[in-house]
């Protein structure tokens, strides 16, 4: 059971906007640490997609946004393609467990 | 451009010690935390812990009595030792660098411990 939660799956069509939600508590996402969102492939390849709740890296596209609000957190994706197929994982840190915690996942397919 | 390669021993047998080393190319280890990640099979990651540039640890609780994390700076590399692995420890490895999220993964090593 991880310690924050994600829904298992989410689809969409192609050119649609999906969300990911990522929920926490008052040890984790609520006592104001950041939230961070990864795209893992099929085979592994994963990839810093949002980093402190909001902010892009370098060569992810605008299409792909991250939003943060009380215990919560959110990312979203607009524009589906197939090629966003994968799993995507949020992480923040908890400060009861002292631990950086990741949510279960929540894996994507474009329909 | 920082690449992490990452290797190790894929089979083990239940009580070994799993051990993975984890290469840096294109950067330098100062100012950075260097973690390593897993994912069990059918399940989300769980990190494992971490150390930065000076050799400071950081450990999962959970797995804190086992796990040692240590770093070669003449070689740019590393490591994961995993003592006591069990059927529970099968998983694929990753090693990541840390600043703000963890921006570089290494491709991953498939560990399995048989039950």
């Known amino acids: 059971q991880s310690v924050l939660t994600q829904p298992p799956s989410v689809s969409g069509a192609p050119g649609q906007r999906v969300t990911f939600s990522c929920t926490g508590n008052?040890?984790?996402?609520?006592?104001?640490?950041?939230v961070h969102w990864y795209q893992q492939l099929p085979g592994t390849s994963t990839k810093l997609l949002i980093y402190?709740?909001?902010n892009r890296p370098s060569g992810v596209p605008d299409r792909i946004s991250g939003s943060k609000s009380g215990t919560s957190a959110s990312l979203a994706i607009t524009g589906l393609q197939a090629e966003d197929e994968a799993d995507y994982f949020c992480?923040?840190?908890?400060?009861?467990?002292?631990?950086?915690?990741f949510g279960g996942g929540t894996k994507l397919t474009v329909l | 451009q920082v690449e992490l390669q990452q290797w190790g021993a894929g089979l083990l047998k239940p009580s070994e010690t799993l051990s993975l080393t984890c290469a840096v190319s294109g950067g330098s280890f100062r100012g950075f935390y260097w973690s390593w990640i897993r994912r069990p099979p059918g399940k989300g990651l769980e990190w494992i812990g971490e150390i930065n540039h000076d050799g400071g640890t950081i450990y999962n609780p959970s797995l804190k009595s086992r796990v040692t994390i240590s770093l070669d700076t003449s070689k740019n590399q590393f490591s994961l030792r995993l003592n006591s692995v069990t059927a529970a420890d099968t998983a694929v490895y990753f090693c990541?660098?840390?600043?703000?999220?963890?921006?570089?993964w290494g491709q991953g090593t498939t560990v399995t411990v048989p039950s």
């Open positions: 992480q923040s840190y908890d400060h009861s467990l002292s631990a950086v915690v």
């Open positions: 990541t660098r840390g600043y703000r999220g963890m921006d570089v």
């Open positions: 402190g709740n909001t």
């Open positions: 008052s040890s984790n996402i609520g006592a104001g640490y950041d």
